[in-house]
RNA sequence: GUCAGGCUAGCUCAGUUGGAUAGAGCAACGGUCUUCUAAACCGUAGGUCAUGAGUUCGAAUCUCAUGCUUGACACCA
């Protein structure tokens, strides 16, 4: 914000000598807590000690030097400095830039296009998706969107679970009590009965276990039968995914997944042993990270097959290769911290000078009446159940609240879905949650529908005004009441680079609750279809509103319809 | 046990780089629709920022210790 740079030029001018450096200034500058106090406020205790007076004198110095002539007021108050500035100029320019931006306004180019790949949403092949995958479905997107309004170009990579030990154990379990005919009327269901019924079973007769682990290596080996089951399963289980990133509106630039790295393990283990860093341990292939105090890293088993960190290490090798990502993230549970540590701790150890540019962007886990889910144990939440729950009671709040409205069928879908995803993103990623659905599905309060209903009045308002041209118009308000919406609105350029930085996408989410809370107030306070000569320029507030809300929501993977 | 998170209003959570009187939403109570969509707005009430020490002109924020809590800790992912 170059109103702070001002800020910073006149008191630097009024200081004086070198006390405090431009810049230095530049970083003390603040926001108060309320608007009465100003729009920016410089506190002047540090500056009590080298001037040997109390900061109360300070300000009030201060003051009578400052050259006053671009602010509406300038004012000490306490140890406080307090800059109002000029409502009506910075205002207008605020909203001049919005609405001759549109959507673009907030865009940078900071990424200079560098390529970011995002891996996302990762469901496993042949169980069902549950809450725990939405999580890393929608922050990977609203981080995929983050980027790229930064000028970053972010790669949506969707790395499916289907490889691994769990297959042999499936196999093991269809192959005892399955049936081709069952599985094919309700495929994923069917096989998470069959995975269940296997742990349960396991747990007396240890020697499935090993029966599980024999048919993955025979999977592994290429074993006819073995691949054609596990190729059924995953096309099956795809199906039912893409049905659900349809309804969400989320794609992906890749669906390579566990098993797509299968001919490419050779190489890591390849090269580690090449840099030395494999060592043989218990009969199992390991690296050994003390120095980074981390846990061993299993590269082969004892029986010569590989896990999961071996396929992470070559599919991050591959994406380098491919992609030449200047970040590479990783959206998974925070649960999997140390794995991603020795992930990059093994790429450093190699000297990969791209090892520190890994991230796992961790997030917390949601928790039903206090407890983990588990597919093995049965304790899941279906994600098509709550999207199905959140759509009907969006519809019956239609027929209730707007039973005229066109497209019921589409907004529905748009504000159910909507409320899950922004519940979702709403808080810090790290935050877990218990699930409970009416908090999910809420649709009044800090919630996705409460910035859906603002920009829908929003656009109302501008439908009943005919949906003036106001590109051309003067956008000067003289009405102080709009001053705290026009200065949220003037803050977004700054929270889409925060965003970034934090990889937070509550930020966004918490400033369109933010920007809507400002403008109710407005619009419950003041009439803005009134016929004076502002009338237009109150339009363009409104307009400049909807423009940001909208786009604050498209970042988060969230419809903002125009008639709710 | 080791390592890493968390602890702020009855509940769910905010609180950029330490700064002015710690803020929202939900729940509770009260008020506002003949005027732009009441999925909204206004008001009341609600706090020893887990505890103790330290650094500082100043700490919810930084440091240390303690307590409680969650998670991870090689042949799962």
């Not at 910073?8 to 810049?23: E, K, M, P, R, W």
């Not at 995929?144 to 196999?171: C, E, R, V």
């Not at 024999?214 to 893409?242: C, I, M, N, P, V």
């Not at 308002?461 to 003036?468: D, E, H, M």
Request: charged share 25%; proline share 3%.
């Amino acid at each position: 914000m170059d109103n702070k740079q001002q800020i910073a030029d006149v008191l630097s001018q009024a200081l004086g000598d070198n006390i405090l450096s431009n810049i230095d200034i530049l970083n003390k500058i603040e926001v108060p807590k309320t608007s009465d106090l100003g729009d920016l406020a410089f506190p002047t205790f540090m500056l009590a000690k080298v001037m040997r007076k109390a900061p109360q004198q300070i300000a009030t110095d201060l003051v009578e030097k400052i050259d006053k002539n671009n602010f509406e007021k300038v004012v000490a108050m306490g140890p406080y400095v307090n800059f109002f500035l000029n409502k009506e100029k910075v205002g207008a320019q605020i909203l001049t830039d919005i609405l001759t931006q549109q959507a673009n306004y907030g865009t940078n180019n900071d990424g200079e296009n560098g390529n970011v790949t995002i891996d996302m949403s990762s469901p496993n092949i042949a169980k069902p998706m549950s809450m725990g995958h939405l999580r890393s479905t929608v922050i990977g997107n609203a981080l995929a969107n983050i980027f790229s309004k930064n000028g970053y170009n972010p790669i949506k990579i969707n790395h499916l679970g289907d490889w691994g030990t769990q297959f042999g154990k499936l196999m093991v379990a269809y192959k005892l009590w399955g049936s081709e005919e069952e599985v094919k009327k309700d495929p994923i269901n069917t096989l998470v009965k069959y995975y269940i019924r296997f742990h349960e079973e396991a747990k007396e007769n240890l020697a499935l276990d090993d029966e599980g682990r024999a048919w993955f290596k025979k999977l592994e080996d290429g074993d006819q039968e073995a691949t054609k089951l596990w190729k059924w399963f995953r096309d099956e289980s795809l199906k039912e995914f893409l049905t659900i990133y349809d309804e969400l509106e989320i794609n992906f630039d890749s669906f390579n997944g566990e098993a797509f790295y299968n001919d490419k393990m050779d190489q890591v283990v390849k090269m580690l042993t090449e840099k030395g860093l494999l060592v043989e341990s218990q009969g199992a292939q390991i690296v050994n990270l003390e120095k980074y105090n981390l846990p061993v890293a299993m590269i082969k088993r004892t029986d010569g097959a590989t896990l999961y960190m071996t396929r992470d290490l070559a599919a991050a090798m591959y994406r380098k290769n491919e992609y030449n990502f200047v970040k590479n993230l990783y959206v998974v549970g925070g649960e999997q911290r140390e794995h991603f540590q020795q992930m990059k701790a093994i790429f450093k150890e190699a000297s990969y000078d791209w090892a520190d540019d890994i991230e796992h962007i961790p997030f917390g886990l949601i928790t039903v009446n206090g407890k983990k889910l588990s597919t093995r144990s049965g304790r899941i939440i279906l994600l098509q159940d709550v999207l199905d729950d959140a759509i009907r009671l969006a519809r019956e709040q239609i027929e209730t609240k707007n039973p005229d409205l066109a497209n019921k069928e589409n907004v529905a879908k748009q504000v159910g879905i909507g409320a899950v995803v922004f519940h979702d993103l709403k808080n810090e990623r790290v935050n877990s949650f218990d699930f409970a659905l009416e908090e999910v599905v809420r649709f009044e309060g800090d919630t996705g529908p409460y910035v859906q209903y603002s920009h829908a009045r929003a656009q109302s308002i501008l439908r009943k005004a005919g949906n003036p041209d106001l590109t051309t118009t003067n956008l000067v308000i003289s009405d102080a009441s709009a001053w705290d919406t026009i200065k949220i609105l003037g803050d977004f350029p700054n929270i889409v680079r925060r965003a970034l930085r934090d990889r937070e996408p509550s930020v966004i989410a918490k400033y369109a609750l933010n920007l809507s809370r400002a403008y109710n107030k407005y619009y419950a306070n003041s009439r803005i279809l009134a016929e004076d000569n502002e009338l237009l320029a109150r339009l363009g507030l409104v307009k400049a509103v909807a423009i940001v809300l909208t786009e604050s929501l498209r970042m988060l993977g969230v419809h903002a319809p125009n008639e709710m």
